[in-house]
């Protein structure tokens, strides 16, 4: 069973630009992911000649508040003409609105009714904008010990009831590994219980965010499971090298990489 690879262009290689950065991982043979794709040159990106696997997909509003809910539907359907000029597959989305440095713009501590029916319509209607443009929106789990406090409904368990309910082809789970070991452990058990709403799996080692290797999770027991479990999608590197931003700190952290889903 093999997985395809992809590797977040966001956090490696933080000398180069980020076109010369794509054009890296692209020419070792990752796919790549992105952020946020205002104010970049799309056509440079494109011209790589690199697989986009997702970018953002949103960048205003909350899909649990009904007053702002609107605002990352608007916000996704000015997205998608980049999405479909990169050939990107997946438009990540998140529990709530992110501010600077990924605190909740509206912290919250406490899931109401009103948010669990708020994020299911605003998914719902994510999911036909999805079907209408070719494209999936992937919720992404997140976790409020030490990146996202304030942000309710971000666990895995929380991301997957809703995209469950939801139900629909174009709605599926970005199940970040890092985040989940966080906020919940027992990587093992999830991602076989989450695996038929999974669109793409993110990975980073506890604590630091650095490749796999360098941290507490073992990512070959989860390659494993994932590989006897039938899975054959994207699994993407949401990390920094530990060794720093340099050209072979990058490419060390790749191999590492590699080397933990090659099963």
Request: charged share 20%.
């Amino acid at each position: 069973m093999s997985f395809r690879l992809a590797v977040c262009a966001e956090m490696l290689y933080g000398g180069l630009p980020l076109a010369e950065r794509v054009q890296w991982i692209h020419g070792q043979g990752f796919e790549v992911e992105l952020w946020d794709t205002r104010a970049r040159d799309i056509a440079a990106l494109a011209a790589t000649g690199a697989r986009f696997s997702s970018m953002s997909g949103y960048f205003g509003g909350s899909l649990i508040d009904p007053d702002s809910a609107h605002e990352v539907l608007a916000s996704a359907e000015k997205l998608i003409p980049t999405a479909l000029e990169l050939g990107v597959e997946r438009m990540v989305v998140h529990p709530a609105e992110l501010g600077e440095g990924g605190h909740a713009v509206r912290p919250a501590h406490r899931a109401t009714g009103q948010m669990w029916l708020t994020g299911l319509r605003t998914l719902e209607r994510l999911g036909s904008l999805g079907e209408k443009h070719g494209v999936t929106f992937a919720l992404e789990n997140l976790n409020t010990i030490v990146d996202h406090p304030g942000i309710p409904l971000a666990r895995a368990k929380d991301t997957m009831a809703l995209v469950s309910a939801v139900d629909h082809p174009n709605v599926k789970m970005m199940l970040d590994l890092y985040h989940a070991q966080i906020g919940e452990g027992n990587l093992i058990e999830l991602v076989r219980e989450a695996l038929p709403w999974i669109g793409e799996i993110q990975v980073a080692d506890v604590p630091g965010r650095f490749e796999p290797g360098t941290g507490e999770i073992n990512y070959r027991a989860v390659a494993s499971a994932l590989a006897d479990a039938g899975y054959s999608g994207i699994v993407g590197l949401e990390a920094g090298a530990s060794g720093g931003q340099g050209v072979e700190a990058g490419d060390t952290a790749l191999a590492a990489f590699r080397a933990a889903f090659d099963v």
